[in-house]
C-alpha cells in the first residue's frame, strides 16, 4: 500500500483518471484506492470520478496479486503528476 497526496490545483480530472485507468486495467489483480476509509475500484474511472479528488487530498492505493511489484509506484506518479 502507498500514500498519496493530489497535488494538481484542479485535482484528478478525467485525463489523469483515464491514464490511471489504462494502466491498472492492463493488471489481472484488483487495484484499490482508500480515501476516508471508502474503498473505490482503481479500474474504474466512474469510480475515480466519483472521489472527487482535490488538490491536497490523501489516499491510498493498494495494489494485490500477482505481479503488483512496482505497479503502486507508478500508479502513485500518476496521481501526483501535475496534469493541467
Not at 15 to 38: C, H, M, Q, Y
Not at 54 to 67: F, K, M
Request: charged letters at 25%; proline letters at 1%.
Amino acid at each position: 500500500m502507498v500514500h498519496v497526496t493530489i497535488k494538481n490545483r484542479s485535482g484528478i480530472h478525467a485525463r489523469p483518471a483515464s491514464i490511471f485507468v489504462d494502466l491498472a486495467s492492463k493488471f489481472a489483480g484488483t487495484v484499490t484506492l482508500i480515501k476516508n476509509e471508502k474503498r473505490y475500484n482503481g479500474k474504474s474511472i466512474m469510480s475515480i470520478m466519483s472521489m472527487a479528488l482535490r488538490e491536497n487530498d490523501t489516499l491510498e492505493i493498494l495494489v494485490e496479486g500477482e505481479g503488483a511489484e512496482g505497479l503502486e509506484e507508478k500508479l502513485k506518479a500518476i496521481l501526483e503528476a501535475v496534469h493541467d
